[in-house]
Each structure stands twice: as structure tokens, then as C-alpha cells.
């Protein structure tokens, strides 16, 4: 049987895994990374092969979460090949009187939108976005660090007394679908911030889902939805390029099927096919929390307690991806004064919160929340000029017990279903674009089952490594008792969306993964100086608060 040897296997090329490889290597230690694809990215890819003129995304696309992540911002990717591309506007959200509301990257240009849908709104919005100026970073900062987040927790507690104590913490929890409502006579804020809140998979009108709202409108308001110039895949080549040049190893087409154990401290890994490779100092799983729990690790290698709560372990909805090459921009029927990269489809915050119910309740939504990406808009590499890459995604439930939208979908996501829910999608699109069919060159469908077949940690479609809901986060993530990359396995780490925070393309758990592992007693005389590095301590770059 042939054999390796190094210091770490990291299981998985996906953004967490890179970002742990490349904190590892740049520690000194000898780190191989293992990718079951051909490719690595995990979710953060991008083909040719909707149609070769087009570049599509072939799952995530905007990276909020990466520009404002010390995680990935700290690596210097620039250096690697990566370039971020930015829309005219950073995200526009369409009424059904033919008027936009639109958020940029300047808070005046976002205030002139909300002004023209409510009076004096723009000057309400500045206002929201100054707070935000002075808790944003603290809170990114206690999200993302490892729980419990003491220094950041700190430093967020104190920050938000300058803006208002409990007051500010109660806009935190309040429902995205009330959030905001909240002194704005227009419709246009309450839009943004819900529509941004239906991102993750909390229900719109559940306390706390005004967090993810909050947070994502902020990112985009300071930071704006990059993406990187040329395709996604440019982001996971940069990291594999940092990787290597440090002295890394990735091997694609390299499934692992087992983590090794000996004396019950994980040793090494096996790939299908036999091949054994070695692990001096740890495992790192960027692998979803319900594949290494009792797939890549047997059950009766598992404590009893982790087994019995992993059986409660609960995923983040299905989804479907549509994929449009247009030979023209999209027809929208009132086009936006400025064009913006993302576009929300949904008629108001009351049909928002009806779809994220709808999924809650295990039915196929009627009128899903649609999120569109105009990425010629936002990129112009992406496709000849004068014409468009465009693509949109929805949530369906993991599994279904009715189609509220009256098609008789069942959940098996054939091909049928597939098509017939992304026709759906089509004619909610072309409620604000009705010319859009004389504009598509050619269409694909990805449903629950063709996402996971191109990325395993997609589970039935689920693209977070797991709910984003409360009683799955924090010390809870994945399950009761295992909030921090550790595992009840010594030597084993997990580095996926699974591990705290949570999803996103930040990175966060694949330096808190390496972290964890820097941290073990035996590295620590080696590595002290990079254990800083692992914990997130900045580097110099630009304030998140800055536009890019």
C-alpha cells in the first residue's frame, strides 16, 4: 500500500480548507491538501460551461464576507492573481410601481435612492450607517473569532455603548422583516435589509434574522459585493497559488473515505483506492459536520453523546441555480439610474417573509425570494460586450411536503422538477424583465442534487454546512458542546461552514481551524510568532469601513 508522510492533511480544497493550509505552511509545518474534485474551490468556482463565451459562477459569486474577513483579506491575495471587480451599484431591489431602491458603496448615493422612496429616509439611513461605522468591525470580529469571542466580545460590548447600549442590541434581534420598518416612511430600507436576510436561511419574520440582515446591507454598504475579476475561481486559485509557493502540496481527484485513528488520536487519512497518507500533527475537515461524523469517521469511533446529538444536526435549505448567457442586458422593464451587480426579486417585505415561511413549513415556494446576479455588470470579462452572464438562486425546503406553487413538485429534483421550479423562477424574474426569453442564448438548471454531486459539502443543496438559526450557532455549532474547531477526536480539527460561524466565503473557519492547531502545546515554541497571524491580528489593508 503506498504511503505519505506529513505534518498536516488537510481533507478538502474548499475556501476554509485553503485558508487553514495556508496558515498552517506559513507556520512551517508540511501541509498536504486533499480535494475530491478535479478542481479545487469547493464552492467558489467558475466554467465556461453554461456557453465558452460566458464565464459563469458555477455556485457562490459576491464576497462581502471575504473583503471584510481578516481571515482572507490578511493573506494578500492581490499578489496571487486576485482582482476584485465591483458594479456600477451594489445591489438594487426593484418595486412593482417600476421604482429601485439601490444600495453603494456611498452612503450620500444610497441616501438620494431612499430619500426618492421616503422623505427624510436618507438622512435616517446615514445615521443607521454611522452606528454602524462604530460597532461594524467589533461585531464582525466577535462573529467570526472563535467562541467564546472574549477580546472581541469585549471590545463589541464596549463599542455598542456609544451607540446606544441595549437599544442597539435590540435592533440586533428584532425580525429582518420589521428591522427595517423602524422610522423609514419608504419601503426602500425595509427591502434592502430583508432581502438581504433572506441570503441565509432564517425565517424573515424570526427574531434574529435582523443580524444577518443588518450585516450583509452594511458589508455592501461599506466594502460593496466584490468579485473577483475573471471568475470565482480566481479567489481558489489565488489561495492555491499562496499555498504552493510556500511549499504546500494539493492533490485533486483524491477522495478521502477515512480518517485513520490510532489509540484514538487521529494519524492520517485514507484515499478511495487505498493510499495512505500520514499525519505527523493533525487532520484538518473542511468536509460538512454530518460526512465526518460517522462517514469519514466510523460510528463506533465516536463518543455516544456526539452520535445522539448529531442525529438532531439539521441543514440549511435546498437550492436551485439558474444559469442565463444573454445576448443583451436584462430587459428590465424600469431600468435601475445606476446598474447594480445583485438584484432582489421579491414584490415586498410581507412576499419575503411568506417564501422563507413557505420553506419553513417543508412546502416549495409559490413566489421564491430571488437572488440575480448581473455579473457582466458587475465584471466585464464574464462575457462579449453588450451582453450579459446572469444568474439566479432560490431556497427549497430539504424536504417537501407540498408545492405551495401548485406544480406538483415533490422534492425528487429530477430533471423534471428541476426545470420545471427553474421555469418558475424564470416568470418571477420576468415580472420585472418581460422580454427576458428573446434574450437568452441558453439556460441551465442546477438542482439539490446536481450542486451536491459537484460539491459533497452541498448536501441536498444546502450551501451553508447547516441552519444559520440560533439554536445551531455559536456554542451549538455544529452540535451542543463542540462550538470551536476541536473535535472529541485529539488531532482532529474541523475546518468547515459546520464549524462556528458558520457560512460564507470569510475563511473564518479555516483560521480558526489552524489556530486551534497552532495552539496545541507541542507546536507552540515553533510557531509562536505566527500564532498571532492564526488568531486574526490585522494585517495592513484598507479599514473595512472605506469604499473599494
Given at each position: 500500500m503506498v504511503a505519505t508522510e506529513h505534518d498536516v492533511a488537510v481533507v478538502g480544497a474548499g475556501p476554509n480548507g485553503l485558508v487553514a493550509a495556508n496558515l498552517l505552511a506559513e507556520a512551517?509545518?508540511?501541509?498536504?491538501?486533499?480535494?475530491?474534485?478535479?478542481?479545487?474551490?469547493g464552492a467558489v468556482r467558475s466554467a465556461r460551461d453554461v456557453h465558452p463565451d460566458y464565464v459563469h459562477d458555477t455556485f457562490s459569486s459576491f464576497y462581502p464576507l471575504a473583503a471584510a474577513s481578516d481571515a482572507i483579506g490578511g493573506l494578500g491575495l492581490?499578489?496571487?492573481?486576485?482582482?476584485?471587480?465591483?458594479?456600477?451599484?451594489?445591489?438594487?431591489?426593484?418595486?412593482?410601481?417600476?421604482?429601485?431602491?439601490?444600495?453603494?458603496?456611498?452612503?450620500?448615493?444610497?441616501?438620494r435612492s431612499l430619500d426618492a422612496l421616503g422623505a427624510g429616509d436618507g438622512d435616517r439611513w446615514r445615521a443607521w450607517v454611522d452606528d454602524w461605522g462604530h460597532v461594524g468591525d467589533a461585531i464582525v470580529d466577535a462573529l467570526t473569532t472563535p467562541f467564546p469571542?472574549?477580546?472581541?466580545?469585549?471590545?463589541?460590548?464596549?463599542?455598542?455603548?456609544?451607540v446606544g447600549g441595549l437599544d442597539y442590541v435590540r435592533r440586533l434581534l428584532e425580525p429582518a422583516s420589521s428591522l427595517g420598518r423602524d422610522g423609514f416612511r419608504g419601503p426602500g430600507a425595509?427591502?434592502?435589509?430583508?432581502?438581504?436576510?433572506?441570503?441565509?436561511?432564517?425565517?424573515?419574520?424570526?427574531?434574529?434574522s435582523g443580524l444577518m440582515g443588518l450585516l450583509m446591507t452594511m458589508l455592501g454598504q461599506t466594502v460593496g459585493f466584490p468579485v473577483p475579476r475573471g471568475g470565482a475561481g480566481r479567489l481558489a486559485a489565488a489561495l492555491e497559488s499562496r499555498f504552493t509557493s510556500l511549499g504546500g502540496e494539493v492533490r485533486t481527484s483524491s477522495r478521502v473515505d477515512r480518517v485513520l485513528l490510532r489509540g484514538g488520536r487521529a494519524v492520517g487519512v485514507r484515499i478511495a483506492g487505498?493510499?495512505?497518507?500520514?499525519?505527523?500533527?493533525?487532520?484538518?475537515?473542511?468536509?460538512?459536520?454530518?460526512?465526518?461524523?460517522?462517514?469519514?469517521?466510523?460510528?463506533?469511533?465516536?463518543?455516544?453523546?456526539?452520535?445522539?446529538?448529531?442525529?438532531?444536526?439539521?441543514?440549511?435549505?435546498?437550492?436551485?441555480?439558474?444559469?442565463w448567457a444573454l445576448d443583451g442586458p436584462v430587459p428590465w422593464s424600469s431600468?435601475?439610474?445606476?446598474?447594480?451587480?445583485?438584484?432582489?426579486?421579491?414584490?415586498?417585505?410581507?412576499?419575503?417573509?411568506?417564501?422563507?415561511?413557505q420553506i419553513t413549513a417543508y412546502a416549495v415556494p409559490a413566489e421564491p425570494l430571488l437572488i440575480v446576479g448581473q455579473m457582466t455588470t458587475a465584471d466585464p470579462t464574464r462575457s462579449p460586450e453588450g451582453t450579459e452572464a446572469l444568474w439566479a438562486y432560490a431556497h427549497v425546503p430539504q424536504r417537501v411536503r407540498h408545492d405551495a406553487g401548485g406544480d406538483g413538485i415533490t422534492g425528487r429534483w429530477d430533471r423534471d422538477e428541476v426545470e420545471r421550479f427553474a421555469d418558475r423562477m424564470q416568470r418571477?424574474?420576468?415580472?420585472?424583465?418581460?422580454?427576458?426569453?428573446?434574450?437568452?442564448?441558453?439556460?441551465?438548471?442546477?438542482?439539490?442534487?446536481?450542486?451536491?454531486?459537484?460539491?459533497?459539502?452541498?448536501?441536498?443543496?444546502?450551501?451553508?454546512?447547516?441552519?444559520?438559526?440560533?439554536?445551531?450557532?455559536?456554542?451549538?455549532?455544529?452540535?451542543?458542546?463542540?462550538?470551536?474547531?476541536?473535535?472529541p477526536v485529539p488531532g482532529l480539527f474541523l475546518a468547515s461552514a459546520s464549524a462556528h460561524p458558520g457560512g460564507g466565503v470569510h475563511g473564518a473557519p479555516g483560521a480558526n481551524a489552524a489556530r486551534a492547531v497552532l495552539a496545541e502545546p507541542g507546536l507552540l515554541r515553533r510557531t509562536r510568532p505566527l500564532v498571532a497571524r492564526a488568531r486574526g491580528v490585522r494585517t495592513s489593508r484598507p479599514s473595512r469601513r472605506s469604499p473599494r
Open positions: 512551517g509545518l508540511d501541509v498536504i491538501v486533499l480535494e475530491a474534485q478535479a478542481e479545487v474551490g492581490e499578489a496571487y492573481g486576485l482582482e476584485w471587480s465591483h458594479a456600477p451599484a451594489v445591489l438594487g431591489h426593484p418595486l412593482p410601481d417600476g421604482e429601485w431602491a439601490l444600495l453603494h458603496r456611498d452612503v450620500d448615493a444610497t441616501a469571542p472574549v477580546r472581541a466580545g469585549a471590545r463589541a460590548l464596549w463599542a455598542l455603548r456609544s425595509a427591502l434592502l435589509l430583508a432581502g438581504n436576510a433572506g441570503h441565509a436561511d432564517i425565517p424573515t419574520d424570526a427574531a434574529g487505498g493510499e495512505v497518507v500520514h499525519a505527523r500533527r493533525a487532520v484538518v475537515a473542511d468536509v460538512v459536520a454530518s460526512s465526518l461524523y460517522g462517514g469519514l469517521l466510523a460510528e463506533d469511533e465516536l463518543p455516544a453523546r456526539l452520535l445522539r446529538r448529531m442525529r438532531s444536526f439539521e441543514l440549511d435549505p435546498g437550492t436551485v441555480k439558474v444559469d431600468f435601475p439610474e445606476t446598474a447594480p451587480g445583485t438584484v432582489h426579486i421579491a414584490d415586498s417585505v410581507s412576499a419575503i417573509a411568506e417564501a422563507t415561511a418571477r424574474l420576468e415580472s420585472y424583465a418581460p422580454d427576458l426569453a428573446s434574450r437568452v442564448v441558453t439556460r441551465r438548471a442546477l438542482g439539490p442534487h446536481d450542486l451536491e454531486e459537484r460539491d459533497a459539502n452541498l448536501v441536498g443543496g444546502a450551501i451553508n454546512g447547516g441552519t444559520s438559526a440560533i439554536h445551531q450557532q455559536l456554542v451549538f455549532r455544529p452540535v451542543p458542546g463542540n462550538g470551536r474547531a476541536t473535535t
